[in-house]
């Protein structure tokens, strides 16, 4: 049956450059009722319609190998995360301003996974909300309004947040309270190869200060995506971020850990971001998979932290940490836990990365394999030697990969790192099926600029 997790993947026809009629009919109704700010996956746009574990299946009934969503952490429609909000749907779901235990037994779960002194939780539906809440504690805990980001970052897409977003353009100008750093990069950028990279990344902190107090602002926040995906999954010098961290405090600062990527084990080695760094946030917020899709988001910190904002706001949120959506997020946390996810993200994406350094031997395209666990970038380069991002060529492999069936992302600075973010029920089964697809696409890919010497490819 469709659902069959039968392993042969169908290799899709090649009739990618011509759009199907029925598809060509649902792009003209998305764009009828929902505008243009929409973005589309792929030059041949994927019409999905049901999910199960990796596996994602299309109208047609192709199966596509998932490598790229991160929010079905436990896999698509898992049964027991669909089971717990059926239940819980059926018998109560309201806000928080009704005691209910469900909200209770799940702050409690979630903060016994973060350090001691982080043991309160509040609740949002999306990254953006808990990253605007983190700015508001963090303004009203040092009176402070300067917010230190990464030159290549996402936060989300709230009017506050948006400034924050630097990997966009937007039509929201930035106020100047806001400064960034360059992304802590240690295969490409301002300080690459160099062994003092992390201290002259850090270094960065206290001219940002300084841009901030010349503009009459002292930092009141300094935050950054802990895995760092949207600059590129680098490989952040060793030390860099405690550096920063201790820069920052020094300044009056508070350091916002946004773990919405990196959070609930996916890097295999730690549960949280900041922990692979040795770093303890002030606050740290979470979203993407806590419910598994259904929508719940959350920052956790001190209870000093939240003190001077609970003195003159206090906080209400209709559709945050509602009886539906803990129950989900607690479900997510038994599987993590039952399954051991995070052990396995580590032992599948050792096995993966292994397999790509094999891969790399031949395929001269690979510049750099990075990251750890569920968590993996490829970094793909024209030229070994010069490191030149291969921006034309990522985009090419992402659609290749799409017609064998398998869905990867790209991402950083110049669009040239396969992200590799599965479901954290990813195999090595499925691993060996990805590296199977990507000997054939890379391999096409490193033919066609070898016949075109010197000519980017088109
Ligand atoms: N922070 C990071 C690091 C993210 O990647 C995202 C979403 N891609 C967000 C925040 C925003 O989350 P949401 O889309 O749930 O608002």
């Not at 598809?23 to 792929?42: H, I």
């Not at 669009?415 to 590799?420: A, F, Q, S």
Request: charged content about 20%.
């Amino acid at each position: 049956g469709k659902h069959s997790l039968a392993f042969a993947v169908p290799v899709m026809s090649d009739s990618h450059q011509s759009v199907s009629p029925r598809l060509e009919k649902l792009l003209k109704r998305r764009q009828r009722f929902m505008g243009k700010a929409y973005r589309l996956f792929y030059e041949q746009p994927l019409h999905v319609v049901s999910g199960e574990g990796v596996w994602l299946y299309d109208s047609d009934g192709n199966k596509y190998l998932d490598v790229y969503n991160n929010v079905p952490h436990v896999g698509h429609c898992h049964p027991q995360v669909v089971e717990a909000i059926c239940k819980q749907a059926q018998t109560l779901n309201t806000h928080t301003r009704y005691l209910h235990g469900l909200v209770l037994e799940y702050a409690e779960r979630l903060t016994s996974k973060l350090p001691d002194k982080l043991d309160k939780a509040m609740f949002a539906c999306s990254g953006t909300e808990a990253n605007e809440l983190a700015l508001r504690l963090a303004r009203a805990s040092t009176g402070a309004r300067g917010m230190i980001v990464t030159d290549h970052a996402y936060h989300g897409t709230s009017w506050a947040i948006a400034q924050i977003t630097t990997c966009y353009k937007t039509s929201e100008k930035r106020g100047d309270n806001i400064v960034t750093v360059p992304t802590p990069d240690g295969f490409r950028g301002l300080y690459a190869d160099d062994t003092l990279a992390a201290d002259k990344y850090a270094e960065h902190l206290h001219s940002a200060i300084e841009t901030l107090a010349q503009r009459g602002h002292r930092p009141a926040a300094f935050i950054v995506d802990t895995i760092f995906s949207n600059e590129g999954l680098p490989t952040v010098p060793a030390g860099y971020l405690k550096k920063a961290v201790d820069i920052v405090r020094k300044a009056g600062g508070l350091f916002v850990a946004d773990e919405v990527q990196p959070g609930f084990g996916r890097l295999g080695t730690h549960f949280w971001g900041f922990d692979s760094h040795g770093v303890t946030p002030d606050i740290a917020t979470m979203g993407k998979p806590m419910g598994n899709g259904y929508p719940i988001s959350a920052l956790v910190t001190s209870a000093d932290v939240i003190e001077s904002f609970q003195r003159n706001s206090h906080y209400f949120n209709t559709f945050g940490g509602t009886p539906v959506a803990c129950a989900a997020a607690l479900a997510v946390l038994d599987i993590i836990e039952k399954q051991d996810l995070q052990a396995r993200a580590l032992e599948t994406g050792n096995y993966l990365k292994d397999g790509l350094k094999e891969l790399a031997e031949n395929n001269h395209i690979i510049g750099d394999i990075r990251g750890t666990g569920m968590f993996l970038g490829i970094d793909l380069v024209r030229d070994q030697d010069t490191r030149e991002p291969a921006t034309q060529e990522t985009k090419k492999a992402v659609n290749l990969l799409r017609h064998q069936g398998v869905l990867i992302g790209s991402t950083g600075q110049f669009d040239n790192v396969l992200k590799i973010r599965p479901p954290m029920v990813f195999s090595k089964d499925h691993a060996d099926l990805l590296l199977q697809k990507l000997v054939i696409v890379l391999q096409s890919l490193s033919d066609e600029a070898r016949s075109k010497p010197g000519h980017p490819l088109p």
